[in-house]
C-alpha cells in the first residue's frame, strides 16, 4: 500500500506557473513508478505524464509537452509537477498515481493501482 497526497494548486493567470507536489508514504518509494492524470469538468480524465522509478525517464502527453515537467525526490518520497506557460484549457483536478510495475505508465497503460485526492489548478484567461 502507498497513500498519495497531491498540493500546490491553486488559481493562475494564463501564462503563468504552479509547481504540484504529491507525497507518498507507506511503502518504499523508488519501488513505485508514478504518473499524473487530470480531469476537467465535464471531460474524461486525461493522461498528463510519468515518471520511471528511478527517475532518469519520462512520458508526455502531446498536449503539455515542453511546458509540464515531471520530477522526483526518492528522499523526500515526493513527485512533482512544473507546469509553465499554463494555459485556460488546463484548468483541472490534477491527480498522482502510482504502481510497482518496470518502466512507465503511459497513456495505453492499465489504470495505476494507488491514487492520490487530487489538488484543483484553475488557470484563468
Known amino acids: 500500500q502507498v497513500q498519495l497526497v497531491e498540493s500546490g494548486g491553486g488559481l493562475v493567470q494564463a501564462g503563468g506557473s504552479l509547481r504540484l507536489s504529491c507525497a507518498a508514504s507507506g511503502r518504499t518509494f523508488s519501488s513505485f513508478r508514478l504518473g499524473w492524470f487530470r480531469q476537467a469538468p465535464g471531460k474524461e480524465r486525461e493522461y498528463v505524464g510519468s515518471i520511471s522509478r528511478s527517475g532518469i525517464y519520462t512520458y508526455y502527453a502531446d498536449s503539455v509537452k515542453g511546458r509540464f515537467t515531471i520530477s522526483r525526490d526518492n528522499s523526500k518520497n515526493t513527485v512533482y509537477l512544473l507546469m509553465l506557460s499554463l494555459k485556460p484549457e488546463d484548468t483541472a483536478v490534477y491527480f498522482c498515481?502510482?504502481?510497482?510495475?518496470?518502466?512507465?505508465?503511459?497513456?495505453?497503460?492499465?489504470?495505476?493501482?494507488?491514487w492520490g485526492q487530487g489538488t484543483q489548478v484553475t488557470v484563468s484567461s
Open positions: 498515481a502510482a504502481d510497482e510495475q518496470l518502466g512507465l505508465i503511459l497513456p495505453t497503460s492499465g489504470d495505476p493501482d494507488y
